[in-house]
């Protein structure tokens, strides 16, 4: 693994939920209200334009780009014609909802913050909320702590989710029907405050920590067996991609309260040793 990352791109805002697809990453750059994609090269493209913050990317079979809307809490989709709502999710979640994977199916599976963190209200357990490809929505479970980045493993059995507000990654078997049961710790990870994660060809799972400005990569279980320190700006999600999988792209931005103005939020990438998971 490289010591230090390097610079892809700079001048963003709010860098999030990056994915590689089609040689590019992919990500919100979620303060702006906007979805970009980059080229290894660092050249930004700018795919569309919302009036409020983006988060979670995803596409559906047919290669419609998902995208969550935080504010209004809906779910939308890019077709030929435009953005449309593909979802409401207001009557699914109670606060601004966040990241976001889809599946092989064109499934949808949505976190929500649950409760107003940064106006000091009480703590208030959150939804992952699947929505069909038809646009139905449903609660897979209300009992979560901040729900933030998810990954599916590559047979499409589990889903793994980000706890941010409980420091673990918590795990999910996937039933046919796209609902969710067995609920279980996939892995406790004290003190990081776990945002963004992605998947890797040996089932481990890379953190992006706002918190401790780190990234580590954690087995099953809890080992941790890579972590990285990091200088401000803090990361706040991460992607494996390339040609190979094994460049680990970094979302990096100061926090929300200064992030617009500041326009500091950047791409990093550093290569490691095992590629990500899945198709590349």
């Given at each position: 693994m490289d010591d230090q990352p390097t610079v892809l791109a700079e001048g963003l805002t709010f860098p999030e939920a990056p994915r590689w697809r089609m040689g590019r990453l992919w990500f919100s750059d979620m303060l702006a209200g906007r979805v970009m994609n980059v080229d290894l090269e660092g050249r930004t493209e700018i795919v569309l334009e919302t009036p409020g913050w983006t988060s979670g990317l995803g596409w559906l079979p047919d290669g419609r780009l998902l995208v969550v809307s935080m504010q209004d809490r809906r779910l939308l989709r890019?077709?030929?014609?435009?953005l449309v709502v593909?979802?409401?999710?207001?009557?699914?979640?109670?606060?601004?909802?966040?990241?976001?994977?889809?599946?092989?199916?064109?499934?949808?599976?949505?976190?929500?913050?649950?409760?107003?963190?940064?106006?000091?209200a009480p703590f208030k357990p959150a939804a992952l909320v699947l929505v069909q490809p038809d646009g139905e929505a449903q609660v897979c479970d209300?009992?979560?702590?901040?729900?933030n980045g998810a990954v599916i493993t590559p047979d499409g059995r589990t889903l793994i989710v980000a706890e941010s507000l409980a420091d673990r990654l918590t795990a999910f078997d996937i039933?046919?029907?796209?609902?969710?049961?067995?609920?279980?710790?996939?892995?406790?990870?004290d003190g990081l405050g776990p945002d963004g994660i992605c998947l890797d060809a040996e089932g481990a799972i890379w953190v992006a920590s706002p918190m401790k400005n780190a990234l580590v990569r954690v087995a099953e279980g809890g080992r941790v067996t890579?972590?990285?320190?990091?200088?401000?700006?803090?990361?706040?999600?991460?992607?494996?991609?390339?040609?190979?999988?094994?460049?680990?792209?970094i979302c990096r931005a100061p926090h929300p309260s200064v992030a617009t103005k500041s326009r500091?939020?950047?791409i990093d990438t550093l290569r490691v040793g095992v590629p990500g998971a899945g198709r590349p």
């Open positions: 890019l077709d030929r014609d435009g593909a979802a409401n999710l207001e009557t699914t979640t109670s606060f601004v909802c966040n990241d976001m994977v889809v599946d092989e199916y064109g499934r949808a599976y949505v976190g929500e913050v649950g409760f107003d963190i940064h106006g000091g209300a009992d979560l702590a901040c729900p039933r046919a029907n796209g609902t969710l049961s067995r609920k279980r710790v996939w892995a406790a990870v890579h972590r990285l320190a990091l200088e401000p700006p803090m990361p706040i999600a991460v992607m494996l991609g390339d040609h190979d999988r094994r460049t680990l792209f500091q939020g950047r």
